[in-house]
Nanobody, 122 residues
Framework: QVQLVESGGGLVQAGASLRLSCAASRRTFSSVAMAWFRQAPGKERQFVSVMRWSGGIASYGDSVKGRFTMTADSAKNTVYLQMSGLKPEDTAVYYC???????????????WGKGTQVTVSS
């Protein structure tokens, strides 16, 4: 079992930056990929970014590409999501997820955090 704990959410104005963190209790063969998703009220869970603990380039959803950056600190079992140029439409609960594949489908992920709220005011 892998526990994921997100932190760093908050209320910011449009154009601001925010950094989210996701700490994993451990890494296993079933949690080689780490991803961020978000869900706004009344909407489906949306892919934000994904990367593997082994390294490589992160992949991003079209709506955040160029504004968000995902990184990983393997020594701390922690991934980060640096969000810049925030827009009101970025308002959502942001979830960290872990699984065996670097997929964009939330259904493929085994482990999920409880989420952290990000609210961007105009």
């Amino acid at each position: 079992q892998v526990q994921l704990v997100e932190s760093g959410g908050g209320l910011v104005q449009a154009g601001a930056s925010l950094r989210l963190s996701c700490a994993a209790s451990r890494r296993t063969f079933s949690s080689v990929a780490m991803a961020w998703f978000r869900q706004a009220p009344g909407k489906e869970r949306q892919f934000v970014s994904v990367m593997r603990w082994s390294g490589g380039i992160a992949s991003y959803g079209d709506s955040v590409k160029g504004r968000f950056t995902m990184t990983a600190d393997s020594a701390k079992n922690t991934v980060y999501l640096q969000m810049s140029g925030l827009k009101p439409e970025d308002t959502a609960v942001y979830y960290c997820a872990s699984g065996v594949t670097s997929a964009r489908d939330p259904g493929t992920y085994t482990y999920w955090g409880k989420g952290t709220q990000v609210t961007v005011s105009s």
